[in-house]
């Protein structure tokens, strides 16, 4: 028999509950939240963790208030109120000695939030509905509850799409071509299946008594379904791990301090105790929720050094999934107590009465009673919480809002164990040119943190960025004995060896990086360089498709490197040209002479035209090969780059040599290479050194050209060089259509 309807189903006032616990003021603080944390980051981190202090710590207090506060709560969880939190202190210590089990900790804490939500919205949905008389079916229940269980495997499976950016959360990688059709079908049976539910209820209720649980539904798609739309339909990625232990995490929060603020007051005044004080109430909660965020991390950073970043993180996972187990096991409206409470069903007072008897253990009773003493314990202990809650809110504004070098240097006076703070620093020092300063900081962040390989990986690249390449080279060569498998630390390591004149030592680093990670381009585009430069063309040719592959699939992110990408289209063709895959080696040629003309670079799209000219003059197409030089040439005359001009002009001079043409114009050609090597008074002598060599190979084929052509003919094309130029520039294709000799 369904209970009956109460006069009043409503928990305080209607907008208050509609608001706050059933979720209806979601839509306008996620819009705020999304437009204040994309213009104002850092103002809004520290709003959320002021708000935190004020509302989120509180509400974890909340449950442990409930679970602790009165021996016969504390005996009947025993199981988590001793049990599991002695096994989470255990892990806590470990996590502190061995920093990869903090990822662990902290991605099941992120996935379990969302679930634990979920179970809020469901319960409520169920107490509202029950208080308005409704009593849901077992077939309306159901669907409601694998609907809200559909919005969090919807939600896991945006968790788990592809790699995680963030190192403190491990993602199964899930190809999104799997996950994608699957979210859309778990949002489309959320849709279906509340809908059908929801029209259920309300044939039997008025849309007064319906509109809670309608709330609480729009307010689980708000939460969980929404974000992953917009992904879907968008395109535009939505950072879900945050958004879920963020502003979800503060919405939450108040919801669950509106209904156990309910609870331990009907639950205080059915033990008799009318002098309960809801202000007072929450006093206890603020200061408590200080006791189990802020201490810890402060006092194992001062006092045993560990890093106070990775100890904050560390205790808030804990904190939370204590909280997630306990809160699931306290929190049931099968347990007549709560049943009587949220649902205003009866319960007898022997009941309530044996409820509240041996309400504290025994060594505790002093300090909740009424001796002068102990009150002024009580007070101290708040006021040095809330004190220390003040301290760390400021440690927090200097370290991460105000964030100037001052500023960073008052955060870390008092707590200079920080390595996130240290990293900040060291970015500071860096902007300001203080090297050294930046590497300190750096070094500070790394050894405060040992096991956090990223922090390893700064200090060696401020080592790189210092100059300090042999410290760096050996500080890599231990970090990789430690973490072989590490991507960037592979590459760095091959560009120091390197630079240090170790090739074989490169090759071998960048070969582990691409096997270990096949799209890392920088991996592949070094290793294609070095192949290339110790004469194994074809294994870099490969390396250097790998990379344009890659590029060709990020274009954005690779948006500077076009100049590099040209060079590499055209190595690649040079490969396919010597193996005589001229088809392939052309398009690669045009490719990079299309890029090159959109960048504006005339020197990359000439070097891209000599190239297409000597293969086309290896295919067998010389006519077409003497337009692909004459444009190169055009294009040099144009640049300003003297030593590629006298290098295509020479080329072009063989060219007409080995076609028949004219000596006259080939010696034009000659004397014009000569002329763009020639040193000029202004000229850098360390560049007059480097081309010395090819000077004297092309002022020997002149005068080779010269004495071919006669000292007074020689004489006569140099008095018309200029119309020999352009005569040489503007030979049609035809004049090519005879055999070589």
């Known amino acids: 028999m369904a209970d009956a309807p109460p006069r009043n189903p409503w928990i305080s006032k209607p907008w208050i509950d509609l608001l706050i616990g059933c979720g209806a003021w979601s839509a306008p603080l996620l819009l705020l939240t999304a437009y204040i944390s994309s213009s104002k980051a850092a103002s809004w981190s520290f709003a959320f963790y002021f708000v935190a202090l004020l509302c989120n710590y509180p509400h974890f207090m909340a449950t442990v208030y409930r679970a602790y ?39 099941l804490y992120i996935c379990w939030s969302p679930w634990h939500y979920t179970g809020q919205n469901f319960g409520l949905m169920m107490m509202f509905a029950r208080r308005a008389g409704l009593s849901p079916s077992e077939q309306e229940r159901r669907a409601l509850h694998l609907a809200f269980i559909a919005s969090y495997i919807l939600l896991m499976l945006s968790f788990h799409t592809g790699s995680s950016p963030d190192p403190l959360i491990l993602s199964l990688g899930l190809p999104a071509k799997f996950t994608l059709p699957a979210r859309g079908i778990l949002a489309i049976f959320f849709l279906a299946s509340s809908t059908w539910a929801l029209i259920s209820l309300s044939r039997r209720g008025s849309w007064k008594s319906l509109l809670p649980a309608a709330t609480l539904v729009s307010t689980q798609f708000l939460w969980f379904l929404l974000p992953a739309l917009i992904e879907l339909f968008s395109g535009k990625e939505v950072p879900q791990t945050r958004y879920s232990s963020g502003i979800l995490a503060i919405l939450h929060s108040a919801q669950y301090l509106w209904i156990t603020n309910y609870y331990q007051k009907k639950e205080a005044l059915a033990a008799g105790n009318n002098s309960w004080s809801f202000p007072r109430y929450l006093l206890t909660l603020i200061a408590g929720g200080i006791a189990l965020f802020v201490p810890g991390p402060w006092l194992a950073s001062r006092i045993f050094h560990a890093d106070f970043a990775s100890s904050f993180l560390t205790f808030t996972a804990l904190v939370n999934i204590h909280h997630f187990i306990l809160d699931g096991a306290i929190w049931k409206l099968r347990d007549s107590r709560i049943a009587s409470h949220l649902l205003n069903k009866r319960e007898s007072g022997e009941k309530v009465a044996a409820a509240s008897a041996n309400r504290f253990l025994a060594s505790l009773r002093w300090i909740a009673g009424t001796n002068p003493l102990a009150h002024t314990l009580r007070i101290a202990c708040v006021a040095l919480l809330l004190l220390w809650g003040a301290v760390d809110l400021l440690h927090f504004y200097w370290a991460n809002v105000s964030a100037n070098p001052s500023a960073l240097q008052r955060a870390a006076r008092l707590n200079p164990d920080d390595s996130q703070l240290q990293s900040r620093l060291a970015r500071a020092a860096e902007a300001a040119g203080n090297h050294e300063a930046a590497l300190s900081a750096l070094r500070h962040a790394a050894a405060v943190n040992p096991e956090n390989i990223s922090l390893q990986e700064g200090y060696a690249r401020g080592l790189i960025t210092a100059g300090h390449d042999s410290e ?7 970090l990789l004995l430690r973490a072989p498998h590490n991507v960037d630390a592979l590459v760095n390591y091959g560009l120091l060896a390197q630079r240090l004149g170790h090739g074989p030592e490169a090759i071998d680093s960048w070969e582990r990086a691409v096997t270990q990670d096949p799209v890392q381009s920088n991996a592949q585009l070094y290793l294609a360089q070095a192949l290339e430069q110790s004469g194994e063309t074809q294994a870099a040719a490969r390396h250097y498709r790998s990379y344009l592959q890659i590029v060709s699939r990020h274009k954005e992110e690779h948006r500077a490197e076009m100049p590099t990408v040209i060079s590499s289209l055209i190595k690649v063709a ?17 490719s990079a002479a299309q890029f090159a003309q959109k960048i504006g670079d005339s020197n990359l799209q000439s070097l891209a035209f000599a190239h297409i000219a000597d293969a086309q003059e290896r295919s067998g197409e010389p006519g077409d090969a003497s337009q692909s030089f004459q444009q190169a040439l055009l294009l040099d005359e144009t640049q300003g780059d003297r030593h590629a001009a006298a290098s295509d002009w020479f080329n072009y001079a063989q060219f007409l040599r080995r076609h028949g043409q004219p000596e006259k114009l080939i010696f034009a050609c000659l004397l014009r290479a000569e002329d763009h090597l020639s040193p000029t008074p202004a000229q850098d002598p360390s560049v007059v050194t480097e081309t010395s060599d090819e000077l004297n190979i092309i002022t020997k084929a002149l005068q080779e050209s010269e004495a071919r052509l006669g000292h007074a003919e020689a004489r006569k094309s140099r008095d018309h060089l200029a119309a020999l130029l352009s005569q040489a520039l503007s030979l049609p294709a035809s004049a090519f259509s005879n055999p070589t000799p």
């Open 69 to 107: 506060h009165s021996y016969d709560e504390f005996s009947k969880y025993k199981f988590f109120t001793l049990h599991i939190a002695l096994l989470l202190v255990i892990a806590g210590l470990v996590a502190h000695l061995w920093y990869p089990l903090l990822p662990w900790i902290f991605t």
């Open 472 to 478: 760096a080279y050996a500080f890599y060569q231990n």
């Open 574 to 590: 040079d490969v396919d040209a010597d193996t005589r895959q001229f088809g392939a080696a052309l398009h690669g040629y045009r």
